[in-house]
């Protein structure tokens, strides 16, 4: 099993920046994708963002950024930390959502469903 904590959700500012950390724990996995989603009330969960590692550090193939954010998102790792961050900047109120960190073996992938891991989530809220 994999554990996942997420931290760094609150009330900012149309904008403003927030950073999220997704904190890993338990089983690791040769290669590993950990992908941030988003659930808005009434709406369906949705990748933001995603990053595939192997062996540990090396990174695989392209990072995955919806639309949406690109250009605003960052995905990174600290691996010291066993941490995966995202960055948020010039946030807008159409971000406002509860944040879920998901990780899964293997390649990536942007449907939900298919990852095994799941964080508890955390709440973003952007005021305009």
């Known amino acids: 099993q994999v554990q996942l904590v997420e931290s760094g959700g609150g009330l900012v500012q149309a904008g403003g920046s927030l950073r999220l950390s997704c904190a890993a724990s338990?089983?690791?996995?040769?290669?590993?994708?950990v992908g941030w989603f988003r659930q808005a009330p009434g709406k369906e969960r949705e990748c933001v963002s995603a990053?595939?590692?192997?062996?540990?550090?090396?990174?695989?193939?392209?990072?995955y950024y919806a639309d949406s954010v690109k250009g605003r998102f960052t995905i990174s790792r600290d691996n010291a930390k066993n941490t995966v961050y995202l960055q948020m900047n010039s946030l807008k109120p159409e971000d406002t959502a509860v944040y879920y960190c998901a990780a899964r073996p293997g390649y990536f992938l942007s449907d939900p469903r298919g990852y095994d891991h799941w964080g508890q989530g955390t709440q973003v809220t952007v005021s305009s």
């Open positions: 338990g089983r690791t996995f040769s290669t590993l994708t």
């Open positions: 990053k595939t590692w192997s062996g540990g550090d090396t990174y695989l193939g392209d990072t």
